[in-house]
């Protein structure tokens, strides 16, 4: 889908006054006596002046502690943050005395009964878990890992063992053993963390027998706890009243700024899933910046954000807790009992920030859903795709014009966003508002050179706190290297293709690795499902180009899942055909045009354009797909045939 010269503007840029970038704004002009006219001079000077930016950051946060340097190196690879500093992140999570009455956790299951915490009440658990943790011999650098649903209890083992200094991963229970194993197996647990069973809208579905192969797949785990979660219990465990049973100070041990607090994996379609590790301070001063900048999350706000503890989502949206806001959660079906159930959710806890994916969004605007306004709700964020320029018309149409829309782009490489928006940031309809502050983000051509107004690479031209610390064992920080500065030296390449404005707004067109390219014209995949998938007939939609090795045009294949009750007839091929060209243009018409049981994605959503392309190329399925980390493995082999009987 073309852009359009002059895009609609939903929203103008709001006033700062009265919001934590209005607060952070006052403290530059005070102390350094810094002011600025818009967003956009804001953001020059945080990418201009790095070290002053974050230093900003710590300062204004009130981060405890003293530094002698912000950066002691800025080469990327390499950069190294506030050397010789020492943080904990579990201590700026945890609120102080004056919090101890504020909520802090709202749980929504449907496994068990609503529950709700304060942050009195989660210093407590944390402290009775830390003093857990230490009886079964768990300190500094150890591995605590979690086969856990988004419940209270995730967030307060996490918590409790990032104070002791050791280091967190998670997998959620709806992942097969085979994956789990791959993931966890990678760093040697000594201690696991398990349900046996929980309740995905009204199914009960069993784990105790892919708990077992875990247990059996994790031979380094001394010590397993069982949440009393779902029907069924967890085998010879501790239970979590035995880890709680015990009293301790709520103490929490100084790490150096890049010690290791979490590991995050790969979306993991076949092989080791990559393991990447973030650090203490690059994790808290990123989230303080992201929501107490950008998403203006204030003390007692409430953030629901669906996810599940696989996705970044879980570690990012728990960081409300930095501005003393409360996280609601919800485990299980999101879709359940039905489209509206969400958006029920955050009116009735009276959330100030939503999150919602874009495939959320667009089937509530095909099926009509007419969203409750409620007065608390400040901005609807939304990440993991392109967000379709209709969905924009959607939300507008039906919260109003002082909604802020912030759709975010970043990844689990950063547990952040490079691009999104905010308060003094414009809304226009189909793009992101910008770069984040401190992210010096930019879209690069073929020769490293930087474009706007056409598509490229989305690099990150600065360090950021928050990029890894690397790799889990990558000593020599080769893959690392490989993964993102193989292709231009020095300058971080995402793997996104991205079309920034000379406003500074931008639009991201899917993955460069599954870039559409037919006489030489560049298409991201994502403004092709704009196209198809806004047609009622079609639920999802997946789309690769295999190139001819002979420079011909190659074949172009689009495969669709249809809404139940419908065909691919001659006349849907038509008006689908019809509909890219005239959208795009003649040369993305498909060559085939075929139905599939299913889209096969990843447990986060990302659709498997790439395993796909390597399927149909003939690589065999068991070499690039794990059944256990996609969801609808089991349609690919339906591709193989389409375009099989195609040829």
């Known amino acids: 889908m073309n852009a359009p010269e002059t895009p609609t503007l939903m929203r103008s840029p709001g006033q700062p006054e009265g919001t934590g970038l209005g607060a952070y704004l006052e403290y530059l002009a005070s102390t350094r006596g810094l002011r600025f006219e818009d967003y956009r001079a804001l953001w020059r000077w945080s990418v201009g002046e790095p070290e002053a930016f974050w230093a900003s950051i710590w300062d204004h946060f009130g981060v405890p502690g003293t530094y002698e340097r912000v950066l002691g190196s800025s080469e ?31 749980a929504r299951s449907q496994t068990r009964e609503p529950r709700e915490m304060t942050f009195g009440e989660l210093r407590d658990q944390v402290a009775r878990a830390r003093a857990g943790l230490v009886r079964l011999g768990v300190g500094k650098g150890d591995r605590v890992v979690g086969y856990l649903p988004h419940v209270p209890e995730t967030i307060v083992v996490f918590l409790a063992a990032a104070s002791l200094g050791a280091i967190w991963a998670a997998c959620a229970p709806e992942f097969g053993a085979r994956s789990v194993v791959d993931r966890l197996g990678q760093l040697e647990p000594t201690v696991l963390l398990a349900v046996a069973s929980y309740r995905y809208g009204t199914k009960e579905i069993d784990q ?53 607090l979490y590991v995050l994996f790969s979306s993991g379609t076949t092989g080791l899933p990559k393991a990447t590790v973030h650090g203490h301070g690059g994790i808290l001063l990123e989230h303080l910046r992201l929501f107490g900048l ?39 079906n999101p879709l359940w009992p039905d489209l509206e159930a969400q958006w029920q959710l955050a009116a009735e806890t009276g959330v100030a920030l939503l999150g919602a994916s874009p ?41 109003g014009p002082d909604v802020i829309l ?62 890894p610390v690397g790799f889990w064992n990558d000593p020599d920080g080769e893959r690392y290297r490989e993964a993102y500065f193989d292709t231009f030296p020095g300058v971080w390449r995402h793997g996104d293709w991205v079309r920034f404005t000379d406003r500074g707004s931008c639009v991201i067109t899917g993955r460069s690795d599954a870039t559409l390219n037919r006489g030489g014209v560049r298409l991201g995949t994502a403004e092709f499902y704009d196209v198809v998938e806004d047609m009622p007939e ?76 390597q399927v ?9 797909i794990s059944p256990d980390a996609v969801r609808g493995a089991e349609a690919v082999p339906a591709f193989v045939d389409a375009y099989g009987a195609s040829r």
């Open 76 to 106: 990327m690879p390499g950069a190294h943050w506030f050397p010789g500093a020492e943080v904990n992140y579990a201590a700026h999570m945890l609120g102080t005395d004056d919090d101890l009455d504020r909520t802090a956790i709202i």
């Open 208 to 260: 105790r027998e892919e708990l077992a192969t875990i247990r059996a797949g994790l031979p380094s785990v001394q010590h397993v706890i069982g949440l009393d979660y779902g029907p069924h219990a967890v085998p010879d465990a501790m239970t979590w009243d035995e880890l709680l049973a015990g009293t301790g100070p709520l103490a929490f041990e100084p790490v150096g700024f890049e010690h290791p």
């Open 406 to 467: 912030n759709p975010f782009s970043g990844g689990t490489d950063v547990c952040s966003g490079f691009v999104g928006g905010g308060t003094w940031q414009p809304v226009y309809r189909g793009e992101m508002s910008g770069a984040g502050l401190g992210h010096d983000v930019a879209a690069f051509d073929e020769d490293g050179h930087p474009v706007v107004g056409q598509l490229g690479e989305l690099v990150v031209r600065a360090p950021m706190p928050s990029m």
């Open 616 to 624: 149909l190329r003939g690589r065999a399925v068991d070499e690039v």
């Open 359 to 399: 495939g959320y969004l667009t089937s509530c605007r095909k099926e009509g859903i007419v969203p409750p306004r409620w007065p608390e709700l400040r901005q609807l964020g939304t990440t993991g795709a392109p967000l379709p320029p209709e969905a924009f018309d959607y939300v507008y149409e039906h919260l």
């Open 294 to 332: 950008h998403f203006d999350i204030r003390p007692g706000d409430r953030t629901l954000w669906f996810t599940t503890t696989a996705w970044a989502m879980w570690n990012i949206t728990i960081s409300v807790l930095l501005h003393r806001g409360a996280v609601v959660l919800l485990d299980g």
């Open 538 to 613: 079609v639920a999802d939609s997946l789309v690769v180009h295999l190139e001819d090795d002979q420079g011909g045009s190659g074949d172009l294949l689009l495969f669709v899942e249809l809404t139940p009750g419908t065909e691919l007839d001659d006349d849907l091929r038509s008006r689908i055909a019809g509909g890219l060209r005239r959208n795009l243009s003649p040369r993305h018409v498909p060559d085939l045009i075929a139905a599939v049981p299913a889209v096969p994605r990843t447990l986060t959503g990302k659709k498997l354009e790439r395993p796909v392309k």
